[in-house]
C-alpha cells in the first residue's frame, strides 16, 4: 500500500518519523475506500490490506458509524474533524485520537480524505486509573470522616470535662493518623499487624519491642481494618499505660496472632496482661475505651470480640473475618 518504489528520501524519512512517533495515516478516495495506509495500528489491520476496503470493513461498527459520520462531513465541506475511538487489540482495548481532513483540488474540491490516528491508550488507562484512584480516596475520605464523627460523639459522651475529652479526642486521632500513615506508605494494601500493634504501643512507651511480647501470624489488614484495629490497640495501650502492665517500666504485654481455617477462615487477636487485683474495678467501668473494644470495632470488621478481668488478668480477643485480611 505505501508504493515503496515511488518514495522520494524526504517521503521515506517522513515515513520513518511516523513509526518513530506512533502516529498512523489513512488515505481514502471521496467513496471512503482505503488508497494507502502507513504505520496503521495492528488492532485495525489484523495482518492484512486494508486497500479497497471501508471503515465499516476494518473498525467495529459503533467506532465505524461515528468516523465515517465525521469523514462525511468533512466530503461535504465541513471543517476538519476529530474524534477519539476504541477498538478491540490483542492485548485489550486499544484507543486513538483520529484528525480527518481532506485533501483539496485547486478548486476546492475534496479529491481524498486524510485520517491521522495517534495510539493513546495508556493516557486512556492512565485516566481510568486516576478515576478509580479519585472514587476510592472520596470513599475512604468519607469512611475516616465517620470514623472520626463517632470518636468524637462517644468520646464526648464519656469524657467529665472539656479537658479530658480534648486530651483523649486528640490521642484517637492520632491513633488514627498513625495507622493511616502505615496504609497510605504500603500503597493503600492496609497494614501489616505486627507494624500496627508495634506502631500504636510506641506512642506510649521508648521501647516497645521489650514491652510487647509478640508471637502468631502475620496477617496484612486492609484498610478499613487497620485503622479500627489499630484503635483497639491504642485503648489497650493507653488502658495498660494507666493501670496495667505498661505502667511499670519493667512490664510486658503478651500478643498472639492466629488464623484459623475452619469452619470459616478467622484472625484471631489476643491481647492479655497482668493489671492487679487493685485495678479491677477501674478497668472494670464502661467508657468509650471498652465501648470500643467490645463494640464499635469488632462491628465495624463484621466480627466479635471478647474483654475480660479475672485473676489480676486483662484479657481481650478480637476474632476477625478473612474479609479484613490476607496472608502473605
Given at each position: 500500500?505505501?508504493?515503496?518504489?515511488?518514495?522520494?528520501?524526504?517521503?521515506?524519512?517522513?515515513?520513518?518519523?511516523?513509526?518513530?512517533?506512533?502516529?498512523?495515516?489513512?488515505?481514502?478516495?471521496?467513496?471512503?475506500?482505503?488508497?494507502?495506509?502507513?504505520?496503521?495500528?495492528?488492532?485495525?489491520?489484523?495482518?492484512?490490506?486494508?486497500?479497497?476496503?471501508?471503515?465499516?470493513?476494518?473498525?467495529?461498527?459503533?467506532?465505524?458509524?461515528?468516523?465515517?459520520?465525521?469523514?462525511?462531513?468533512?466530503?461535504?465541506?465541513?471543517?476538519?474533524?476529530?474524534?477519539?475511538?476504541?477498538?478491540?487489540?490483542?492485548?485489550?482495548?486499544?484507543?486513538?485520537?483520529?484528525?480527518?481532513?481532506?485533501?483539496?483540488?485547486?478548486?476546492?474540491?475534496?479529491?481524498?480524505?486524510?485520517?491521522?490516528?495517534?495510539?493513546?491508550?495508556?493516557?486512556?488507562?492512565?485516566?481510568?486509573?486516576?478515576?478509580?484512584?479519585?472514587?476510592?480516596?472520596?470513599?475512604?475520605?468519607?469512611?475516616?470522616?465517620?470514623?472520626?464523627?463517632?470518636?468524637?460523639?462517644?468520646?464526648?459522651?464519656?469524657?467529665?470535662?472539656?479537658?479530658?475529652?480534648?486530651?483523649?479526642?486528640?490521642?484517637?486521632?492520632?491513633?488514627?493518623?498513625?495507622?493511616?500513615?502505615?496504609?497510605?506508605?504500603?500503597?493503600?494494601?492496609?497494614?501489616?499487624?505486627?507494624?500496627?500493634?508495634?506502631?500504636?504501643?510506641?506512642?506510649?512507651?521508648?521501647?516497645?519491642?521489650?514491652?510487647?511480647?509478640?508471637?502468631?501470624?502475620?496477617?496484612?489488614?486492609?484498610?478499613?481494618?487497620?485503622?479500627?484495629?489499630?484503635?483497639?490497640?491504642?485503648e489497650l495501650a493507653v488502658n495498660s499505660v494507666s493501670y496495667g502492665a505498661l505502667a511499670s517500666p519493667d512490664g510486658t504485654v503478651t500478643v498472639t496472632a492466629s488464623v484459623t481455617e475452619a469452619p470459616e477462615t478467622v484472625l484471631s487477636l489476643n491481647?492479655?496482661?497482668?493489671?492487679?487485683?487493685?485495678?479491677?474495678?477501674?478497668?472494670?467501668?464502661?467508657?468509650?475505651?471498652?465501648?470500643?473494644?467490645?463494640?464499635?470495632?469488632?462491628?465495624?470488621?463484621?466480627?466479635?470480640?471478647?474483654?475480660?478481668?479475672?485473676?489480676?488478668?486483662?484479657?481481650?480477643?478480637?476474632?476477625?473475618?478473612?474479609?479484613?485480611?490476607?496472608?502473605?
Amino acid at each position: 500500500m505505501s508504493d515503496t518504489g515511488k518514495q522520494t528520501v524526504s517521503e521515506t524519512a517522513l515515513l520513518r518519523a511516523l513509526r518513530n512517533t506512533g502516529v498512523s495515516v489513512l488515505y481514502q478516495d471521496a467513496g471512503l475506500l482505503v488508497t494507502r495506509g502507513e504505520n496503521l495500528p495492528a488492532a485495525w489491520t489484523r495482518g492484512h490490506d486494508l486497500a479497497g476496503l471501508t471503515d465499516h470493513e476494518f473498525l467495529p461498527p459503533e467506532a465505524a458509524k461515528q468516523v465515517v459520520t465525521l469523514k462525511r462531513a468533512v466530503l461535504a465541506g465541513a471543517a476538519p474533524g476529530r474524534t477519539e475511538i476504541s477498538v478491540p487489540g490483542e492485548d485489550g482495548e486499544k484507543w486513538f485520537d483520529l484528525w480527518i481532513d481532506g485533501d483539496r483540488s485547486a478548486d476546492g474540491q475534496v479529491r481524498q480524505l486524510v485520517t491521522t490516528a495517534v495510539d493513546i491508550t495508556e493516557q486512556k488507562q492512565r485516566e481510568q486509573t486516576l478515576r478509580m484512584l479519585l472514587r476510592e480516596v472520596s470513599h475512604r475520605s468519607k469512611n475516616l470522616l465517620a470514623i472520626i464523627q463517632s470518636i468524637a460523639s462517644q468520646t464526648g459522651r464519656y469524657a467529665p470535662t472539656i479537658g479530658i475529652f480534648l486530651t483523649r479526642f486528640r490521642g484517637r486521632i492520632q491513633s488514627l493518623a498513625s495507622s493511616q500513615d502505615l496504609v497510605t506508605s504500603s500503597n493503600w494494601r492496609g497494614a501489616d499487624l505486627r507494624d500496627l500493634l508495634f506502631g500504636q504501643v510506641a506512642r506510649y512507651t521508648a521501647t516497645p519491642e521489650n514491652a510487647i511480647v509478640f508471637s502468631g501470624a502475620r496477617p496484612w489488614l486492609t484498610p478499613n481494618a487497620a485503622l479500627h484495629v489499630g484503635l483497639a490497640l491504642h485503648e489497650l495501650a493507653v488502658n495498660s499505660v494507666s493501670y496495667g502492665a505498661l505502667a511499670s517500666p519493667d512490664g510486658t504485654v503478651t500478643v498472639t496472632a492466629s488464623v484459623t481455617e475452619a469452619p470459616e477462615t478467622v484472625l484471631s487477636l489476643n491481647w492479655t496482661e497482668r493489671i492487679g487485683a487493685a485495678a479491677d474495678d477501674t478497668a472494670r467501668e464502661k467508657r468509650f475505651g471498652s465501648v470500643a473494644l467490645e463494640r464499635v470495632v469488632p462491628a465495624s470488621l463484621n466480627g466479635s470480640a471478647e474483654l475480660t478481668f479475672r485473676n489480676g488478668l486483662l484479657t481481650y480477643e478480637l476474632k476477625v473475618p478473612k474479609s479484613n485480611f490476607e496472608m502473605d
